[in-house]
């Protein structure tokens, strides 16, 4: 069974950085996606890549700041957070999508599997 493994998080202040990671076994079978939760918030997508990496998707309010990668040799995507606001704090999921999904998985499909969240809080 795939299991994710979410990690990166941490404090840091406005206008600070944070990459966060999502490992698995057999990773490069899956689309995945990266979503948030704010605290008193519903769960929010940020964003999306392909198997492949070829293919990425943002959120309106991430669009600029944050990057989707992945290498799967290291079985691992990755979530790299530039000029961090105070309102991107909360928990961070990562979720497997099947390999069709592409990276539309902010359209409402529904994911395979999620990981247990990092907790990313931005604050001065």
């Known amino acids: 069974q795939l299991r994710l493994v979410e990690s990166g998080g941490g404090d840091v202040h406005p206008g600070g950085s944070l990459r966060l990671s999502c490992a698995a076994f057999?990773?490069?079978?899956?689309?995945i996606g990266w979503f948030r939760q704010a605290p008193g918030k519903g769960r929010e997508g940020i964003s999306c890549?392909?198997?492949?990496?070829?293919?990425?998707n943002y959120a309106d309010s991430v669009k600029g700041r944050f990057t989707i990668s992945r290498d799967n040799a290291k079985g691992t995507v990755y979530l790299q957070m530039n000029s961090l606001k105070p309102q991107d704090t909360g928990i961070y999921y990562c979720?497997?999508?099947?390999?069709?999904?592409?990276?539309?998985?902010?359209?409402?499909?529904?994911?395979?599997?999620w990981g247990q969240g990092t907790q990313v809080t931005v604050s001065s």
């Open positions: 057999s990773l490069e079978n899956y689309a």
């Open positions: 979720a497997a999508f099947s390999s069709n999904v592409q990276a539309a998985c902010l359209a409402g499909n529904p994911a395979l599997t």
């Open positions: 890549i392909s198997t492949s990496g070829g293919r990425t």
